[in-house]
């Protein structure tokens, strides 16, 4: 074979003739250009994503020591309840407005019949220490007699401290 190449004729020649003989540069400028901006896009496009996905996580862990702290501050308020609902608590807290032990209970059957035996139930014993100052009743002898008002009467009544309520009977069954 030899190395260099005749002319060529014919078709080959036409075909040869559309194709430029020599080196070009114009036609890889539009090329070049093509990828370049599509890499500077494909940067600039990921740069956009990454800082975007670091946003959302600075949001995601804000949002988790949020969640973290409200969980702490719940599970306080929840020791807080049960403390305050445990049986010592209620009765101390009780006593303390004034309450005292209720005594046996009575209950209706069915049939409207009563079943047990009511009892009142007992004044609380006078303690040491009160959590309330007595109040001062004035001293009869040094104020002079003192003249009810209109429509009141003159002697006290007394005060009921403990009742038991009763209970509508149904008839009819």
Do not use: C
């Not at 407005?97 to 409207?112: C, E, I, K, T, Y």
């Not at 007992?122 to 429509?151: F, H, I, L, V």
């Amino acid at each position: 074979m030899s190395a260099a190449r005749g002319p060529l004729k014919g078709r080959a020649a036409r075909l040869g003739r559309l194709m430029p003989s020599g080196p070009s540069s114009a036609a890889r400028t539009p090329f070049v250009l093509l990828v370049v901006l599509l890499l500077g896009g494909g940067l600039i496009t990921l740069l956009l994503l990454n800082s975007a996905l670091n946003q959302g996580s600075f949001k995601l862990r804000e949002l988790k020591d949020r969640t973290t702290e409200l969980t702490d501050e719940e599970q306080a308020l929840q020791r807080d309840v049960d403390a305050n609902a445990a049986p010592d608590a209620l009765e101390r807290r009780a006593r303390e407005l004034g309450m005292v032990p209720g005594g046996s209970p009575a209950f209706l059957g069915p049939d409207g019949k009563v079943l047990g035996e009511p009892t009142v139930a007992a004044s609380p014993k006078p303690s040491r220490t009160p959590s309330r100052a007595p109040a001062r009743t004035p001293d009869p002898a040094a104020t002079g007699p003192r003249q009810a008002a209109p429509g009141a009467s003159a002697t006290p009544k007394p005060t009921v401290t403990g009742t038991t309520p009763t209970a509508p009977t149904t008839s009819g069954r």
